[in-house]
């Protein structure tokens, strides 16, 4: 909707003809058929257009016709511009008079007129042109400045102003305060220019308190930007950290340990923890319930489908509370998992000359004795979802003694067989390594190659 205004004038003034236009005698410059008459000045104010918030716009005259075709006189006028705008005949730049140009401070319709008169002051009927200013798409960025410390009683400026819109749009905005210590008895009503760019507070107590802040560019609003007064006289803050935000791998068990042990206290005092849940995945009836402690650090949560779920924790020195952190866990689902990699190392060799006795040019010879090998699985990964592997050795013909079947690592056992003399007896066993995660398993195998050469020693 468009608030029409008392039209503006726009004294636009083009180059003068060099001589007088004939109304009687000259052809109209857009009709050049033989003997046709000059009607007089044809204002032209070009084609509607578009256009974004805060872009530069400019109008085209330049089609307007005198008689002779010389040079017109441009009279252009604001004829209504958007109910918001504060746009005049002031703020149009008129270097080039055919082409004057504005910047639009508001979405909605900007109408203008254009007269153009020939030198013996001959004006035409006025033209109009409609330029259509709207946002095209993205959400305003709130930003509400950063977080800040301040002295009870102590007056603190919010500033938003490096909130932004993606099409420049002018923006409105909305400051609020969101959170509030027990000691407070303040509220938004408090919160003084909340709908400026830099707003203040007077924090009351010695505590936490959180604003929040949302901007408008006259079609949809912004996303909230929260930030955090820490209140205190002395006494610094402690900072919480509840983690780091990540997707966790499908085999995650669903009673969950969170960690805030890197909290601190810049003065080293005690700290208390409280933790609680921001946001659970639709379907989720998690809550702060699902927590075996909320006050431990290492706060144990019962998840109970996969999903995006968002923490808060705050910690206290038993004088102030810190700032809140927020971590954000991302449960992924067991159909996601990636099957580990196993690796049962390389393949192993044993070699043994057992002694052999003659009599009469027949050899008796040692029996090979049992040898063993350690086999080493511990190359086997799951480089995608980084789950520990729980693993299995096994021989399918039993020869073999297998010492720790579900170890990474195992010494394994050959039987004892005959020898015979400068005759190489190769027995062979393939042994195999199933490594798994919780959901799926990765085979790889690795043979031992036993040599045995009885030998007679001079």
């Known amino acids: 909707m468009t608030l029409p205004r008392t039209p503006s004038l726009l004294a636009l003034v083009g180059l003068a003809l060099a001589t007088s236009c004939n109304t009687n005698n000259d052809k109209n410059p857009a009709d050049d058929s033989p003997g046709a008459q000059c009607n007089g000045p044809v204002a032209d104010a070009g084609p509607d257009a578009s256009a974004a918030p805060g872009g530069l716009v400019t109008l085209d005259g330049s089609g307007s016709t005198v008689c002779d075709g010389g040079s017109p006189t441009y009279v252009w006028t604001v004829e209504s511009v958007p109910t918001d705008s504060a746009i005049d005949a002031g703020d149009i730049s008129v270097a080039d008079p055919a082409h004057p140009s504005f910047t639009p401070d508001a979405v909605g319709a900007y109408v203008f007129s254009l007269a153009v008169s020939d030198a013996v002051g001959t004006t035409s009927q006025a033209d109009l042109v409609v330029v259509n200013v709207s946002s095209s798409s993205g959400k305003p960025i709130a930003n509400c400045g950063g977080n ?5 009683n102590e007056r603190v400026d919010l500033d938003g102003s490096a909130s ?3 099409e420049g749009a002018a923006l409105t905005y909305s400051w609020a305060l969101s959170a509030k210590p027990d000691c407070s008895s303040l509220d938004s009503t408090d919160m003084f220019n909340s709908n400026s760019a830099v707003a203040s507070l007077v924090p009351d107590c010695a505590a936490v308190f959180v604003v929040a802040l949302a901007v408008s560019d006259g079609e949809v609003w912004s996303d909230t930007s929260y930030c955090s007064i820490t209140v205190g006289s002395g006494n ?26 890197g909290s601190y206290d810049p003065e080293g005092a005690a700290l208390t923890y409280q933790w609680s849940v921001i946001s659970v995945p639709a ?30 924790l705050q910690v206290n020195d038993g004088t102030q509370s810190s700032p809140p952190d927020v971590v954000v866990l991302t449960f992924r689902d067991v159909s996601e998992n990636t099957p580990p990699i196993a690796n049962a190392g390389e393949d192993e060799s044993i070699t043994h000359e057992p002694d052999c006795e003659t009599s009469s040019y027949v050899f008796t010879c040692e029996d090979c004795p049992e040898e063993d090998v350690t086999l080493d699985g511990t190359a086997s990964d799951d480089p995608t979802d980084g789950d520990d592997l729980q693993f299995h050795w096994s021989e399918s013909s039993g020869e073999l003694t297998i010492e720790s079947p579900d170890s990474a690592t195992t010494r394994v056992v050959t039987p004892s067989f005959p020898s015979t003399y ?16 919780c959901a799926d398993s990765d085979t790889d195998t690795v043979t031992v190659t036993y040599t045995c050469t009885g030998s007679f020693g001079s």
């Open 283 to 312: 379907g989720s009836t998690a809550s702060d319930a699902s927590f075996n402690d909320r006050t431990l650090p290492n706060a144990a949560f019962e998840w109970d489908i996969p999903g995006e779920y968002t923490f808060n």
């Open 236 to 261: 610094q803050a402690p900072v919480a950290d509840a983690g780091t935000s990540t997707a966790l791998s499908p085999c995650t068990e669903h009673h969950y340990q969170l960690n805030a042990y």
């Open 148 to 152: 800040l410390t301040a002295d009870v």
């Open 422 to 437: 400068n005759v190489a007896e190769v027995r062979s066993w393939t042994v195999e390594l199933e490594a798994s995660d």
């Open 164 to 166: 932004s819109d993606p």
